[in-house]
């Protein structure tokens, strides 16, 4: 019998119980390695559909497919003990129907043993949020600049900058979280209605372009590791990955060129 305590990951009721509290820290991952490194420090991973533009060169979300979410929220998940996963509903999986969500979500938690999954939309969610947590399967939701409409929002557009717009994004919170969500990521929004927002639901507010005003942020990691050539505005950079990979990646290409590319004895260890 081992005489060493499991590490328990992060549990929904956890991140739920921080409203208010300390700030819940997150990213996204996509793969093991990273997502081991992030499971050090972050309380929940998003594997988000932001993938589909910053792994796989889209110029939107719209096109990542379910499969392509559960083979990355697998690795994620193999790649991690601590924190919560959570993994996104890509565009086409859930909207139709809460049938047709609970089928994809269910296939989604059941092919990935991720812990919750997230979904885009405020109020015309709130139907499909309830019969998804009433069956078992906890829901985060996703308001404010929601990237799988934003060809209907007319591209990637802070949202809120009109103050007659702010009572329907707070609506749109009161009515996930009145639906059973257990955290509600807010994006893109004016920093007094972030708080606004933030002040009128009882569960943690998630900010990702929308101030400190939230209960906790996220950013996507490689956003935030300088490693895409276009970041957006509000995204604080914490390193220079960049330059750094093509910097090694030159280094090689001149030492293989130059034939002096070092044999067995210098490199293995
Ligand atoms: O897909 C994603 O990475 C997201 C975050 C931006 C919140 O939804």
């Known amino acids: 019998m081992s005489t060493q305590t499991p590490i328990r990951r992060t549990t929904v009721p956890q991140i739920r119980a921080r ?7 997150s990213l996204t991952s996509y793969h093991a390695h990273t997502a081991a490194i992030v499971d ?3 309380d929940f991973i998003l594997v988000g559909d932001s993938l589909g533009m910053v792994m796989h060169g889209m110029d939107s979300t719209v096109g990542v497919p379910l499969d392509l979410m559960i083979m990355h929220g697998r690795a994620v998940v193999r790649g991690t003990k601590r924190a919560l996963i959570v993994v996104d509903m890509p565009f086409g999986s859930y909207e139709e129907s809460p049938n047709m969500a ?3 979500a269910a296939k989604v938690m059941k092919e990935t043993s991720c812990g919750a999954i997230k979904l885009e939309g405020g109020a015309r969610m709130a139907e499909t949020i309830r019969f998804l947590t009433e069956r078992g399967i906890p829901v985060m939701a996703h308001i404010g600049l929601t990237p799988q409409s934003s060809h209907v929002m007319g591209g990637f557009k802070t ?3 009109d103050e007659t717009t702010w009572q329907a994004h707070i609506d749109d919170a009161k009515a ?3 639906a059973g969500a257990f955290a509600l990521v807010v994006e893109g929004v004016v920093e007094p209605l972030a708080d606004k927002i933030t002040a009128a639901v009882d569960i943690p507010t998630i900010g990702i372009g929308a101030s400190s005003k939230c209960d906790g942020q996220i950013l996507v990691l490689e956003d935030m590791l300088g490693l895409n050539p276009w970041v957006p505005k509000f995204v604080k950079t914490y390193g220079d990955l960049g330059p750094a990979i093509e910097r090694a990646v030159s280094d090689y ?3 293989v060129r130059s034939r002096a590319f070092p044999g067995p004895d210098n490199v293995y260890r």
């Open 159 to 161: 949202q809120g900058r």
């Open 102 to 104: 609970f089928r994809n």
């Open 40 to 42: 050090q420090h972050a």
């Open 19 to 25: 409203k208010g509290g300390d700030p819940i820290v």
């Open 176 to 178: 996930v979280a009145e």
């Open 253 to 255: 290409a001149g030492e």
